[in-house]
């Protein structure tokens, strides 16, 4: 009987012993990947930076309510917004406040409060969006057009201009445009079976070419004194006709992209170490760029849908970003989005401000992006990851 329980006491030592190895092992790997994590990623951000970009946001969204053809000064912004803050609240639980200044409450709350919230929006979407299409496709030159969204949409928009469609109905063709083409990207690349991120870009460029010449095709039917002129304006970008039903018609699309985008960050870190060890570590890399690529399809429309071609945020703002706080896209994906919509806002104000005559947002985006793109590139090149 004893020699019995010494048997099974040395056989329950030899498994202890053998997890205790392999558990050795795992914390090595762990470290590891740790270390190789620490070495792409770098250190951690400083908190007063993490302060400094919520912070320069929120003065640059206060300047942009004041300036414009009817300026507001600061005191007059804040009482107009308790004023009509407290006359919604009060609608709704049965309390009749009255508006104190009826020009002042149709300036803030009509015309710039919703103009303001989808720059930021839009801002913030073309940013991330670019900054998930880099990590997946670990390119830095790649922005959200790359799978043909934007041409996709523009088709679809256009398409609604030259048949004189009610606005709601040329957002929604312009939104399902970009998921057609983008699908059909997808759908391209199944027949490049040695590569997926090749047969993706190779299905995307195909994709915009097609669409590019749908678009210079409606364009060539278009009446030249009539639609012609609204199609290429619509083309350019802007946000000179965006009202209160435009942030609604957005708001649920982009909080779904947005959160999408935000919970697949910490696998955009490990495909950067490449697909075989993000497998190994059990990481569905098929599924991660499907959703990747849903997600920023899905912000890439609604921005195209409701502001035209709005161009070089996508590409310029994620490098900016990197340069500020690093790779780490737990980091880096709600950086951008804060910087693309400063940025947006800037350019906006811009726009609003430069000329008597308000200048397309894409002609602008486009003129300030490349020499930026150029100075961050140069200098953030070496270490991009």
Request: with cysteine; glycine share 10%; net charge positive.
């Amino acid at each position: 009987m004893s020699a019995k329980v010494r048997k099974e006491g040395t056989s329950l030592e030899s498994v202890s012993q053998d997890t205790g190895e392999l558990l050795d092992e795992v914390r090595i790997e762990t470290d590891d990947v740790r270390s190789k994590a620490n070495a792409v990623f770098g250190s951690k951000v400083p908190l007063w930076l993490k302060i400094a970009i919520p912070i320069a946001l929120i003065a640059i969204f206060v300047v942009s309510f004041s300036v414009g053809r009817f300026p507001i000064s600061p005191g007059e912004l804040v009482k107009t917004l308790s004023n009509g803050i407290a006359h919604h609240v009060g609608a709704l639980f049965g309390n009749d406040i009255p508006i104190a200044d009826e020009r002042m409450y149709t300036v803030v709350f009509k015309i710039r409060l919703p103009r303001v919230l989808v720059v930021i929006l839009t801002g913030a979407a073309l940013a991330v969006s670019g900054a998930s299409y880099q990590g997946m496709f670990k390119n830095p030159l790649v922005s959200p057009d790359l799978l043909g969204a934007s041409a996709g949409a523009s088709v679809g928009a256009c398409l609604g201009l030259l048949l004189n469609m009610p606005t709601i109905v040329i957002q929604l063709w312009a939104f399902v445009g970009g998921l057609t083409a983008v699908g059909m990207a997808v759908w391209l690349n199944k027949f490049v079976k040695y590569d997926a991120t090749l047969g993706l870009v190779l299905g995307g460029i195909l994709v915009s070419t097609l669409f590019q010449s749908g678009m210079s095709l409606i364009k060539f039917m278009a009446d030249g004194d009539d639609k012609l002129p609204s199609i290429t304006f619509w083309l350019m970008g802007s946000f000179s006709s965006i009202n209160s039903r435009d942030f609604w018609l957005i708001l649920l699309p982009m909080a779904v992209g947005f959160a999408l985008l935000l919970l697949e960050c910490w696998k955009l870190n490990v495909l950067s170490f490449g697909d075989e060890e993000a497998r190994s570590m059990g990481i569905n890399t098929a599924r991660t760029r499907l959703i990747v690529i849903f997600a920023s399809t899905l912000l890439t429309s609604v921005t195209v849908a409701v502001a035209g071609i709005v161009g070089w945020i996508g590409l310029v703002i994620p490098h900016l970003a990197r340069a500020l706080v690093g790779p780490n896209y737990r980091v880096l994906l709600p950086t951008s989005m804060f910087v693309g919509s400063g940025f947006l806002l800037i350019v906006d104000d811009i726009a609003r401000l430069l000329t008597t005559v308000e200048i397309p947002i894409g002609i602008l985006t486009a003129i300030l992006g490349v020499p930026f793109f150029v100075f961050i590139f140069k200098r953030n090149m070496k270490g991009w990851s």
